[in-house]
């Protein structure tokens, strides 16, 4: 994996899945039953055992770290709760001014300690030849969740404040960019390899927003990583957005399903690296049809150094473990 993301020539494609730990697999679903999400990640070395297990059981070629998104933003002040059935909660939104003033930026990561180790402990138990991926939240996807409270579908909240006042929202997402920096930089200096900024929400903006709003605070981000460590940006759901993301510096790019790889290449250049983007749904599917599937892309996707293959999404609680195990294998067979 690491030779694809510096384009340089593999014996195969490299694979993994986002998610790859998680309810879809019963080792995870008992670790559940002993405690709550919470407790889990900040469990690191139950953590590190969870994608241990995934890792070997379905044959990926990378181990992204077992976290959360949303930990980093309960240490800027709010206060985070994984509710059974509704997903995550932030009982204190930032919708004002005001509300600003009580949220800080993180100068000092330490109280996220629980997370580097997750990524030493990671390290220490998964195969040297397979790298560790680290992870954060883009700034937009972390203010949508801090300014609506948890999850949305219209983001009515996050789009006011941007609309009505742009000083707030810049400011804070400064404050976030420059935070998840520094949180994204202390996981490499734990032993992470890689890391990937998720932009699960941005696909609810138009392209001048994104640009007005978003790219700059994005662009700050990736600027501040420690130098030399490759990146990942996936943000998902607009594919009128890819040509923006291709601006958020030098980093590979993930692609979801609605888009296809040889039309991202086309919009992003030939010397982009690339990671997807399988629908996630078929996963559900017969053998034969995931063969097929992993086999149109691969198809679509040969003679061109630096790809990774991967979900458009993450895997569904409701996958079976025997077909992800025949998705890695297809991919490692490839088409010859």
Same mark, same amino acid.
């Given at each position: 994996?690491? #030779? *694809?993301? %510096?384009?340089?020539?593999?014996?195969?494609?490299?694979?993994?899945?986002?998610?790859? *730990?998680?309810?879809?697999?019963? !080792?995870?679903?008992?670790?559940? !039953?002993?405690?709550?999400?919470?407790?889990?990640? %900040?469990?690191?070395?139950?953590?590190?055992?969870?994608?241990?297990?995934?890792?070997?059981?379905?044959?990926?070629?990378?181990?992204?770290?077992? +976290?959360?998104? /949303?930990?980093?933003?309960?240490?800027?002040?709010?206060?985070?709760?994984?509710?059974?059935?509704?997903?995550?909660?932030? =009982?204190? &939104?930032?919708?004002?001014?005001?509300?600003?003033?009580?949220?800080?930026? /993180?100068?000092?990561?330490? +109280?996220?300690?629980?997370?580097?180790?997750?990524?030493? !402990?990671?390290? #220490?138990?998964?195969?040297?030849?397979?790298?560790?991926?680290?992870?954060?939240?883009?700034?937009?996807?972390?203010?949508?969740? *801090?300014?609506?409270?948890?999850?949305?579908? +219209?983001?009515? =909240?996050?789009?006011?404040?941007?609309?009505?006042?742009?000083?707030?929202?810049? !400011?804070?997402?400064?404050?976030?960019?420059?935070?998840?920096?520094?949180?994204?930089?202390?996981?490499?200096?734990?032993?992470? +390899?890689?890391?990937?900024?998720?932009?699960?929400?941005?696909?609810?903006?138009?392209?001048?927003?994104?640009?007005?709003?978003?790219? &700059?605070?994005?662009?700050?981000?990736?600027? /501040?990583?420690?130098?030399?460590? &490759?990146?990942?940006?996936?943000?998902?759901?607009?594919?009128?957005?890819?040509?923006?993301?291709?601006?958020?510096?030098?980093?590979?790019?993930?692609?979801?399903?609605?888009?296809?790889?040889?039309?991202?290449?086309?919009?992003?250049? $030939?010397?982009?690296?690339?990671?997807?983007?399988?629908?996630?749904?078929?996963?559900?599917?017969? &053998?034969?049809?995931? %063969?097929?599937?992993?086999?149109?892309?691969?198809?679509?996707? #040969?003679?061109?150094?630096?790809?990774?293959?991967?979900?458009? =999404?993450?895997?569904?609680?409701?996958?079976?473990?025997?077909?992800?195990?025949?998705?890695? $294998?297809?991919?490692?067979?490839?088409?010859?």
């Amino acid at each position: 994996m690491m #030779k *694809a993301m %510096r384009r340089e020539p593999v014996d195969r494609t490299p694979v993994w899945l986002m998610r790859q *730990a998680g309810r879809y697999m019963a !080792e995870y679903r008992a670790v559940r !039953e002993r405690m709550s999400f919470l407790e889990l990640c %900040r469990n690191p070395k139950l953590c590190a055992e969870v994608m241990q297990t995934a890792v070997e059981k379905i044959g990926v070629d990378a181990a992204i770290i077992f +976290s959360d998104l /949303l930990l980093i933003l309960e240490a800027m002040g709010f206060n985070l709760e994984f509710s059974a059935g509704d997903g995550p909660v932030l =009982h204190n &939104p930032l919708r004002t001014a005001t509300d600003l003033k009580v949220i800080h930026e /993180l100068m000092d990561v330490s +109280s996220l300690d629980y997370v580097f180790e997750t990524v030493s !402990e990671t390290r #220490k138990v998964i195969s040297r030849d397979k790298p560790v991926i680290g992870f954060a939240g883009a700034p937009f996807t972390l203010a949508g969740y *801090a300014i609506e409270g948890g999850g949305s579908r +219209s983001f009515l =909240h996050t789009k006011k404040l941007m609309y009505t006042r742009p000083d707030v929202w810049h !400011e804070f997402m400064e404050r976030i960019a420059r935070s998840a920096a520094r949180y994204l930089n202390a996981q490499i200096d734990a032993g992470a +390899s890689i890391v990937q900024v998720f932009d699960s929400w941005v696909g609810c903006l138009g392209v001048e927003d994104y640009r007005r709003f978003v790219l &700059p605070h994005t662009r700050l981000l990736m600027e /501040l990583v420690t130098t030399g460590t &490759p990146i990942i940006y996936f943000g998902t759901g607009n594919p009128a957005l890819l040509g923006e993301f291709a601006k958020v510096g030098d980093c590979a790019l993930g692609i979801d399903w609605r888009t296809s790889l040889t039309s991202a290449w086309k919009t992003v250049g $030939d010397d982009r690296v690339l990671q997807g983007n399988l629908d996630p749904a078929v996963l559900l599917a017969s &053998p034969d049809f995931i %063969r097929q599937e992993v086999r149109r892309i691969l198809t679509e996707t #040969k003679g061109h150094p630096g790809f990774i293959f991967n979900l458009g =999404h993450g895997v569904l609680k409701e996958t079976p473990v025997e077909n992800v195990r025949i998705l890695v $294998d297809a991919v490692h067979e490839g088409i010859s």
